[in-house]
């Protein structure tokens, strides 16, 4: 019954974002799209599974020469939760298909080239479903908090980023963005359970505290991002992720959708298969 | 009670080959160490949580400076599972902390450099766990088989690939290198199997019946690979595979065994908590 009224309205449509943002009206706590977390498990499970078929498919066909691909970017403010996301929605995948990196503060040789020099080398290969925790968005949400560079530079950058996207999504790569939309009440919880844990420790970071006194700074820094960039051929969705469940389930939704809509077949033999069984059988 | 004798003798100690290795004394179809599929798959799952947190500590320790890092070597004729171990073995992980490599066929730009090249630029970050799907030792299975270098380049590569792997085991990297032991008539079988669904076509290549037919050449090439290369830093393992519920609980329980004699603890805070709490509170 959920299972339906979920599947009756596309999640990207849903979640898809367009024209100016105003982060503030949309609820970090909501759950548009599925009742409760009991009916949440229920879909992903069952989604798991037709998920890791497709991702098969998208493989398979690379080795028979298409150049698809899938890129998800992930982004959102500290504990929002991009890697449990990825570990729940791309674990019961292949990994052998996925290509996961995880953007870091830029080195020292990242800022000697243009921004998206670093984001350039870790594109996924055809027939693999990239995930990018922190990605490009970096370099003009860090820059627009810390007015590291000029708006007019600002304003480049969103172009440039759009004109980016565009040319992947020209040779085959369906780009698929998600804000993790966390609220400032939960942040302060998951950072103080960070605090109390010792296990995890490792995951906290004083400037954790220093980002989240920035917190409407960033939250502005992300609309004017989300507005300048969510475009047709790479669209912005706005997950909220007060609930983990709930985040998980929606990109994975989204992801799913995406693969369904590529519509792959398996590729067709490019060998005579009765005669390589013959050639096999006599083996 | 199996779980209880599997775990009595090491996984590593059962499998590892050491001195001249001899192939066909080694039964494809055995499952030392469980007693049946039932009892393979309780210990299998049973293990998949303690290894995610295994890997997670891992992970967490190169973040507070730590060097340590894995390095999965699989290798095995065509059909002899490599792909399916990777997925059942590191489909629970965490896919932010695994860094997965399949090696092809080396491109021109691969084969105009040392055999090693390729293969340096894919070794596991610190904290992450690589896997390679195929690796350096195609360098010296495939130029055997096919006479494509002299006896002495040959064996200059062996004494190479020791020397190249000490120094990642002095860098902090354990190196597990994994044989995938198959049946001739096994593999008849799964190759039939590719060719009898169209799901499954695109696994299929008509080499993998070339090769087929030089099935003792390649067995005769993994023998003195293993026996020259199998050393006390980095030794070989050889793990039956016509069973493949076996060779997957086998591969997961070597690296689980390499993990746990690594004592990996959580990494200390290199903040004042306490200061950090007040700080975060007061936001």
Redesign the interface.
Known sequence: MTKHSTHSTGWSDRLRVSGPVDLSAIDTSATPGVLDKDAAEDVFGGTSRSLSKLQERLF?GS??GSERSVLLVLQGMDTAGK?GV??RV???????G?S?H?FKKPTEEERAHPFLWRVEKELPAPGHIG?F?RSHYEDVLVPRVHELITSEELTARYAEINEFERRLVSNGTTVLKVMLHLGRDEQ?NR??RR?DR??K??????GD?DD??LWPLFQDAYEVALTETSTEHAPWHVVPADKKWYSALAVQQILDEALQALDLG????D?D?EE??K???A?
């Open positions: 398979a080795l028979s890697g990825v570990k791309a674990g019961p995948m292949d990994p052998q996925i996961h995880a995930i925790d302060k950072l103080l605090l010792s296990d420790h490792w995951k906290f970071n004083p505290v989240r006194g398996w590729p067709a033999a060998y298969v390589q069984r050639r096999l059988l083996t």
